[in-house]
Structures are given as C-alpha cells and as structure tokens.
C-alpha cells in the first residue's frame, strides 16, 4: 500500500468565462520513505495537486473527480475538522514564501509551541523542550535565543527553517513542499534541500517535493513525476528519468536545466525545443 496514492483526479477552476481543468485525471502515488519530485513549468498544476492533498484548493478550485488516499484511506472528501486534523499530525506542509506560513505578530516560539499543542498530547513544558529540539533539528544556531525572536529577524533562509520545524512538529509521515526553496537565493536553496534530504532519511518520513526547477528535484527526488498542462507527461526513477528520458517534453525541460552556476535560468524555450529549434536554447 502506497503513503499517498492520487487516483484519477481532476481538479477544475470555475470562472464565469467557462471551467478551467487545472489537473486532468492525473494519477501517481508516493511510497513510504521516498521523495517524489514534481516537476514541470509554471502552470502546469502542480500547486493545484498539492493543495488539493492537504484540502487547501484556492477558491474557487474543487475536486471534480477522482480519489487521494493516504494509507489506504479516503481523504479526499473528508469534512474540514478531520483534514484539519490531518494537516496537523500527519501531513505537514512547506510553501514558497515562509510570511504565508507564519505570522509575523507572533514570536517563533508561540507559533511552534501552539502547534505543537494543537497537534500533540504534550505539556506546555514537554512542547516548549521539543520546540527547541526541532530548532536544532533544522540546523537553527542558539535555539533558546532564536526562539524568543519575530520571523523579521530571521533571514530567509533560517525563516523557512522555521516553517520546516512547524511542518515537522506533529511528526508527518508525509511532508509537501511547493517551491520550498524558489524564493531564496541559490547557496541557501542547497542548504534548505540537503537539510530536507537529512530530515527525511532520519524521521523515515516521505516527502512530495513541487518544483519548477529539474536540476534541483535531481538532487533530491528518488522518483520523478513530470507534469504538462495538468497531466503527467512521464513518471519514474530519478535515475531514469535524467539518463534515458522517454518523453519529447521531459528531454525538452533536461535540455535547458540551468546549471546550479547559472542559475536562475528562465525555462522560455520548451516549445523551441520540442519543435528542433535548439540553437537558440543552447547559448
Ligand atoms: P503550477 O504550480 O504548476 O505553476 P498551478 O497549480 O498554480 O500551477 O496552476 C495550474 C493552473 O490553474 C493555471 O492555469 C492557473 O492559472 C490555474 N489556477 C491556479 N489557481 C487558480 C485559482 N485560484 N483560480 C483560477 N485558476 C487558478
Ligand atoms: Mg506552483
């Protein structure tokens, strides 16, 4: 049985101008202890299947069709107390921007403390000691200082340190990051992936890694989903997938990936490509 298994699932987007299918009976599970990276370009739907997971769809998006189970279970559907539930202790979650998942009013140490009260039968004292502990873990120097701070005191990089140490604090078997590292710059990106890549083979957890960027779901995914325009285009091993690419769209987005030196790269000339027009991609 897989952790997480997506059935068939299509996600719309009403708007008056008509319906907008976002994913399109988009299928692929997540086993326990892997990292699956989904990749593709802006718009692909990949924030979409996310969300959809964790049931925090951006209105007016819903599930039109299909299923998602976690262990076995039906969770699609579920009412809004039993996802909340689930968000809490068994799926944590990581997003681009570390301001949306914090509140910038709030010390850290409030923030991690109540969500480990929400989400644990822990005392206010066992919650503050494992708040530190989780600091460590994500490599947060001086903890019983840090803890103390507002997120503006944090740089970018340690602030989504933060939001990893909150997403860890129900202990997850399943954590999803959507372009967890696109807002930092590139020395920090590595950091946040090596220290999600440590976490994940010390807590045996699995991690759905959303990426616009190949090179970096290569460093850390096991499995690789690529997706175009709400559809899987080719699904398989990391190794696989970088060394005998079956798609035309998948070799396409391999042969522009930026290298970690020039990076950030735009990805403009994916049709270019697919259409033989290379020369211009290869400058
Ligand atoms: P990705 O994360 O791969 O960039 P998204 O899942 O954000 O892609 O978006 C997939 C498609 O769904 C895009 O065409 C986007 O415009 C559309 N979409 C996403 N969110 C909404 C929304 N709240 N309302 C309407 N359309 C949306
Ligand atoms: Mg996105």
Do not use: W
């Not at 299909?66 to 579920?78: A, F, M, T, V």
């Not at 997003?95 to 822990?122: C, G, H, K, Y």
């Not at 994916?270 to 033989?276: A, P």
């Amino acid at each position: 049985m897989s952790l997480l298994e997506v059935k068939n699932l299509r996600i719309e987007y009403p708007s008056r101008y008509g319906v907008l299918a976002a994913v399109k009976d988009l299928s692929f599970s997540v086993e326990k202890g892997e990292i699956v990276g989904v990749v593709g370009e802006s718009g692909a739907g990949k924030s979409t299947i996310g969300n959809a997971v964790i049931d925090l769809l951006s209105p007016p998006g819903r599930i039109a069709r299909g299923d998602i189970y976690l262990n076995g279970e039906l969770i699609s559907g579920k009412s809004q107390n039993e996802m909340r539930a689930i968000r809490g202790s068994r799926i944590g979650f990581i997003f681009q921007d570390p301001m949306t998942s914090l509140n910038p009013l709030f010390t850290v140490e409030r923030q991690l403390v109540e969500t480990i009260l929400a989400n644990t039968d822990l005392t206010r004292e066992a919650a503050f000691a494992k708040a530190l502990s989780l600091m460590a873990a994500v490599g947060i120097p001086q903890p019983e200082l840090r803890i103390k701070q507002y997120p503006h005191q944090f740089s970018g990089g340690m602030r989504q340190r933060v939001v990893i140490a909150i997403a860890l604090s129900g202990d997850p078997e399943l954590i999803i990051a959507d372009e967890p590292t696109t807002a930092l710059d590139v020395t920090v990106q590595r950091q946040i992936v090596e220290l999600l890549a440590k976490l994940q083979q010390r807590q045996q957890m699995s991690v759905l890694f959303i990426s616009h960027d190949l090179g970096l779901v290569g460093e850390i995914a096991n499995q690789v989903v690529v997706m175009r325009h709400g559809q899987v285009r080719e699904a398989g091993s990391a190794s696989d997938i970088f060394t005998q690419p079956k798609d035309a769209y998948t070799r396409a987005l391999l042969a522009c990936r930026p290298k970690l030196d020039d990076r950030p790269r735009r990805l403009p000339v994916i049709d270019d490509i697919m259409q033989g027009r290379t020369a211009s991609a290869e400058q």
